[in-house]
């Protein structure tokens, strides 16, 4: 069975940081490109950060450069989001996906993110 389980979301201040985790089970992880998504109430989904197969290329949205940083175990088939300096507007579900030559495969159920004071 395919999961793609989130982890670490919550409340924080702004200023603040998370560390989000995203642990997969019942694929290849490391044949498969993994991203991380956001979606805030009333708008559509966006990409934040991206990882390729082996962990060696990441990619940012611009708002997140500079403070988010994605990262991948293979050994553990976890991907990371290290977000730091949290703004409220970086308030949103974070969702991690897996992607096969290009294509969307699996997504997980994503976690709640709350930056306020």
């Known amino acids: 069975q395919v999961r793609l389980v989130e982890s670490g979301g919550g409340l924080v201040q702004p200023g603040g940081s998370l560390r989000l985790s995203c642990a997969a089970s019942?694929?290849?992880?490391?044949?498969?490109?993994m991203r991380w998504y956001r979606q805030a109430p009333g708008k559509e989904r966006e990409l934040v950060a991206e990882?390729?197969?082996?962990?060696?290329?990441?990619s940012y949205a611009n708002f997140v450069k500079g403070r988010f940083t994605i990262s991948r175990d293979n050994a553990k088939n976890t991907v990371y989001l290290q977000m730091n300096s949290l703004k409220p507007e970086d308030t949103a579900v974070y969702y991690c996906?897996?992607?096969?030559?290009?294509?969307?495969?699996?997504w997980g159920q994503g976690t709640q993110v709350t930056v306020s004071s």
């Open positions: 990882v390729t197969r082996a962990g060696q290329i990441t």
């Open positions: 019942g694929f290849t992880f490391d044949n498969y490109v």
């Open positions: 996906g897996a992607y096969l030559g290009g294509v969307p495969k699996y």
